[in-house]
């Protein structure tokens, strides 16, 4: 089937370690993105990328990182810069501007 | 700044209500609207999708009104059932960005 795969499920991390959490998607969609849930709250955007081998920040890009170095993948790195890690990870991703972006399950991040 | 909000945190209702499920966004710029569903622990889930230049749209047992004067976004959902229960959020596309979401209603339907 047709999807977005978001891993792991669940994630700990210790004090200063970076982490990486895994999206791939069999979708063809040109473009993914990232979005960090708190409890009770909506979705903000992290990073999104267009387009291989491009992407551009969102609403709270800082202490996160990103790479797109193929379509079907858009991994995002947690640094030990960002310190309030703590949250619920989603990853999207759409076949256009003006289609509706289709969502993992999420990676729940935890610190240790 | 801009924003996509929600009138209510929660909502509740009987099995086989209708429900209504109300959102505000600001930014008259934005010209394609979303909602999505979310049952806990997993993403969203997208249910209908509407733009700007409609007012309203149908899917199964869901129907989205947009009404651009006042800036005003509502889900419509028929014979609400129990499988309805989860966060409904909303979502706007501005131009050339990502989507902007509102912080979600809670809807819990009773039997």
């Known amino acids: 089937d047709g999807g977005i795969t978001q891993s792991p499920k669940y994630l700990f991390r210790k004090e200063g370690q970076n982490v990486t959490l895994s999206c791939e998607q069999n979708?063809?969609?040109?473009?993914m993105y990232w979005y960090r849930q708190d409890p009770g709250q909506g979705l903000r955007l992290i990073y999104y990328?267009?387009?291989?081998?491009?992407?551009q920040k969102g609403d709270i890009a800082e202490g996160y990182s990103v790479s797109r170095e193929k379509k079907e993948s858009f991994p995002l790195t947690v640094t030990s810069a960002q310190k309030n890690p703590t949250a619920f990870y989603l990853c999207?991703?759409?076949?256009?501007?003006?289609?509706?972006?289709?969502f993992g399950d999420g990676t729940r991040l935890s610190i240790l | 700044g801009e924003s996509v909000g929600l009138h209510l945190p929660t909502l509740s209702v009987q099995e086989g209500d209708n429900s209504i499920i109300n959102c505000a966004y600001s930014?008259?710029?934005?010209?394609?609207f979303i909602w999505y569903k979310q049952e806990s622990g997993k993403g969203p889930q997208f249910i209908i999708d509407?733009?700007?230049?409609?007012d309203k749209r149908q899917g199964q047992r869901v129907t989205v009104l947009l009404n651009k004067t006042v800036k005003h976004l509502s889900l419509q959902i028929a014979a609400t059932q129990p499988g309805d229960s989860a966060v409904y959020f909303c979502?706007?596309?501005?131009?050339?960005?990502?989507?902007?979401f509102g912080k979600g209603t809670t809807l819990s339907v009773s039997s």
């Open positions: 979502a706007e596309n501005q131009a050339g960005t990502a989507l902007i």
């Open positions: 979708l063809n969609h040109d473009a």
């Open positions: 990328s267009q387009i291989v081998n491009d992407f």
């Open positions: 999207a991703s759409s076949a256009g501007r003006d289609q509706p972006q289709h």
């Open positions: 930014n008259s710029a934005s010209d394609y």
């Open positions: 509407i733009r700007s230049n409609m």
